[in-house]
């Protein structure tokens, strides 16, 4: 007869002790280790499995509460210098950080579960239930309400129903790992003593949570690594030379090809909007309230229009500025429709995903504002704010509202989204130019005419001039100007430098905007009001041998770098 150790401290629980049967002896150590390896993994799983729902059915998912939340707390300060640092690397870090963050709660949480749990089956399913209860209240008292859509998700943008689901599924598939592998699963009187069948169990629960565990460690990771793939944009920009004046290789298209045009979002996951589900309303001070279907818009007289777009966050020769044909109809059609009240100041916009925007009621009314759903004779995708977005082209890209979904006029100057976050609420577009060839580092022969082009933007002000220096500014030199469909796109530049003499070549552009205002050379990061400055480059010319040439005895690819950095005057 199997006889019962009158010291219960050594057993897992004293439910385990049942019916005459010993549970095998787990140390307090492995217990705690167990708990916090099976807690890790199964937040792994539940942080994949959050992410996989909310980007398939949708639903707000926490890492992108968390993250709204995180921005909108942190200092000026603190913003603009990780922006600086990150840059297009910002989103997947956020989303990498709050992930281990989940990974390291649900560590936490299993352990303490641990104190309480049983081995039993009953236990471990009461275990589990109550477990995943914790959870689900957790996300839906704590997580919902910092993140700014209520409590258990009342408020959210996305559906209260859709983000419920994907708590509940989350919370229920956690608890279920945690109650299942936490105590680990022990074995009969008959076991507890053969090490060997032990460990063999203990690799098994394992490696039952290791594969899912790695597939949610790949899904998040490539779900981050394509967060700061904002476009291709390498097909923004030709391959080989053409026959025109302004294509030459390296040269940017005039219509930006629409899979290379720039994207930029405050989300994690961004929405997928359907035509059945989705509708446009019309409303706030205004006399006839509307609301519009996908099909009362298609329905709509619809005008084209060439404009120029860019983000408020687009550095000094960056790449977050595209140009194509927008195709749509004035936002000023539908407000006279519906009929503006007196005293309204701004137009408030809303989207699918909770972004809010607006505009002063003076730019809305304009002739050029369009609410436009395509972009260079295609439907926009949904990454470009699909089914219908809003185009200002005098305003950088952040008041240009993608999924919008709801139109209100308002008697006060409304701060939006990246406003609360300390962005600027005019953000009126700043004069622009780019270098974008010759590349850095090229290499001319002497005598070679080297091809210098780029572009150059200032709202629909219109670009009059575009100058380069290959001498540090002692003497510009005026650039050939494309011809463009209206004052609202960017115009291609080129200047053809013939090279006579060895050395290095430090080259700036800048830009006058169609008023005869000169682009500032005052250097300033994007945050809060857009970056200002002029673009710099630099190429060789080798000698008559097809040497280099050093200079002040260094070699030029070094003292060009220093340049670049405003570390080196010649």
């Keep these: 007869m199997t006889s019962v150790p009158t010291d219960l401290t050594s057993a897992e629980h004293p439910d385990d002790v049942d019916a005459g049967v010993l549970a095998p002896v787990e140390t307090r150590d492995w217990r705690l280790l167990n708990a916090v390896i099976v807690g890790a993994l199964a937040g792994l ?30 200092p000026l300060s603190v913003v603009r210098d990780s922006i600086q640092s990150l840059e297009e690397n910002a989103k997947p870090v956020a989303l990498i950080g709050i992930t281990v963050g989940q990974i390291i709660a649900a560590a936490v949480g299993a ?100 594969i899912p565990a790695l597939w949610a460690a790949r899904y998040v990771g490539t779900h981050a690594n394509r967060l700061r793939t904002v ?20 040269m940017p298209e005039f219509i930006t090809p629409n899979d290379a045009f720039y994207v930029v979002s405050k989300n994690l996951v961004d929405p997928t909007v359907t035509e059945m589900d989705w509708s446009l309303d019309i409303g706030g001070m205004v006399e006839n309230p509307m609301s519009l279907s996908f099909t009362d818009v298609m329905m709509r007289e619809t005008t084209e229009m060439a404009s120029t777009l860019e983000c408020i966050s687009n550095r000094v020769g960056g790449t977050y500025i595209s140009n194509t044909i927008w195709t749509g109809f004035p936002l000023k059609d539908l407000l006279e429709e519906a009929g503006i009240q007196d005293g309204v100041i701004d137009i408030k916009m809303e989207a699918a995903d909770g972004y809010t925007e607006s505009i002063p009621l003076d730019e809305a009314m304009q002739d050029d504002t369009m609410l436009v759903y395509l972009m260079d004779g295609q439907p926009l995708t949904d990454k470009h704010g699909f089914p219908l ?21 308002v008697d006060e100057d409304y701060q939006g989204y990246w406003q609360e976050r300390q962005w600027s609420d005019v953000a009126t577009v700043v004069t622009m130019s780019r270098l974008d060839i010759p590349r850095r580092g090229y290499k001319a022969e002497m005598g070679e005419t080297v091809q210098m082009g780029g572009v150059a933007f200032a709202g629909d002000r219109g670009i009059e001039k ?19 469909p209206s004052s609202r796109t960017w115009r291609l530049w080129r200047y053809d430098y013939l090279a006579t ?31 200002t400055g002029y673009d710099r480059n630099w190429f060789e010319v080798l000698d008559a041998s097809g040497g280099s040439v050093d200079e002040d005895g260094q070699p030029v690819s070094a003292l ?10 010649p």
Excluded at 55 to 62: A, F, L
Excluded at 185 to 209: C, Q, V
Aim: proline fraction near 3%; charge should be negative; aromatic fraction near 8%.
């Design 45 to 74: 799983i539940a942080s994949g499995l959050m992410l996989w729902i909310g980007r398939s059915w949708g639903g707000s998912i926490v890492a992108q509460l968390l993250a709204e939340r995180t921005t909108a707390e942190l």
């Design 111 to 210: 352990v303490i579960y641990a104190r309480f749990a049983g081995s039993s089956i009953r236990a471990r399913i009461l275990g589990g239930l109550a477990l995943s209860g914790v959870a689900w209240l957790t996300l839906s008292l704590v997580a919902a309400p910092i993140g700014g859509i209520g409590l258990f998700a009342l408020d959210s943008p996305l559906g209260t129903m859709d983000t419920q689901i994907n708590f509940v599924i989350t919370a229920l598939a956690y608890g279920a790992m945690v109650a299942a592998m936490v105590p680990w699963p022990g074995a009969t009187t008959e076991t507890a003593t053969d090490e060997s069948r032990r460990a063999i169990l203990k690799y098994a629960g394992l490696g039952a949570l290791a």
């Design 231 to 250: 476009a291709d944009t390498e097909a923004a920009f030709r391959a080989t030379a053409g026959e025109g004046t302004f294509e030459a290789a390296g």
């Design 389 to 409: 977005r809003l185009i200002v082209p005098n305003i950088f890209g952040m008041k240009n509202v993608k999924w919008i979904t709801k139109i209100e006029a």
């Design 466 to 484: 575009v100058e380069v220096t290959t001498d540090g500014g002692e003497t510009w030199n005026e650039a050939e100007l494309s011809e463009v």
């Design 501 to 531: 003499e060895p050395g290095i070549r430090r080259v700036t552009v800048r830009a006058t905007d169609g008023d005869g205002v000169l682009q500032t050379e005052e250097e300033n990061e994007p945050l809060p009001d857009g970056a």
């Design 560 to 569: 060009a770098r220093q340049w670049l950095d405003g570390n080196y005057t």
